[in-house]
């Protein structure tokens, strides 16, 4: 439909799932935002900090942000009940002490990041969580979620306008500061 309606390229951000690159019969510029949000948390966590990958999904990502913050890394295994409920089975990585940083490409609901939440403060970890994610969603039950955790910093792009969000800790960082950026050399 795109190529139909005269579109000769496409740019996206932190695409959900990078094989739909291969559904575009024009081409298409995947670009990720993850340096970006990386260099707005640099000077903001702490040296106990850990990246945590809410799911197995965003152990890619996590990796990424963990190289480029210099940080250890740690995930949670989850298993999804419903569409918006889900339930971690455990914790792989040391996160007693330390300050957690949860990372993913989007928040819908906020039933991952709550549930990851919930199982990282059950083992121990600082109570300020900073969480980081190219789309904010927030839909449905996701800032009454979110806003019972004990979160120090939610930090999201404006790839998606933000509506109500009560006192959420928000900091929205621009997409269009993305290119050129620092290296993390």
């Given amino acids: 439909m795109l190529a139909l309606a005269g579109f000769q390229r496409m740019?996206?951000?932190d695409l959900h799932t990078p094989s739909l690159e291969g559904f575009f019969s024009i081409p298409l510029e995947h670009l990720s935002a993850t340096p970006l949000l990386a260099d707005s948390l640099d000077d903001s966590i702490s040296d106990d900090a850990v990246i945590v990958a809410p799911d197995?999904?965003?152990?890619?990502?996590a990796e990424h942000y963990a190289q480029l913050l210099r940080r250890p890394m740690a995930m949670t295994h989850k298993t999804?009940?419903?569409?918006?409920e889900v339930k971690v089975n455990g914790i792989v990585g040391e996160v007693r002490g330390r300050m957690p940083v949860l990372v993913d490409d989007m928040i819908s609901t906020a039933g991952t990041i709550e549930a990851a939440a919930r199982a990282l403060l059950a083992a121990g970890c600082r109570r300020e969580i900073t969480v980081v994610a190219s789309h904010?969603?927030?839909?449905g039950p996701a800032v009454e979620r979110l806003s019972a955790l004990p979160l120090k910093r939610l930090t999201v792009t404006d790839s998606l306008p933000l509506r109500q969000h009560g006192s959420l800790p928000i900091t929205t960082v621009s997409l269009a500061l993305c290119w050129p950026r620092r290296s993390h050399a």
């Fill in 11 to 13: 740019v996206s951000i």
């Fill in 56 to 61: 197995l999904g965003a152990v890619k990502l």
């Fill in 80 to 84: 999804r009940v419903s569409g918006s």
């Fill in 136 to 139: 904010a969603l927030l839909v």
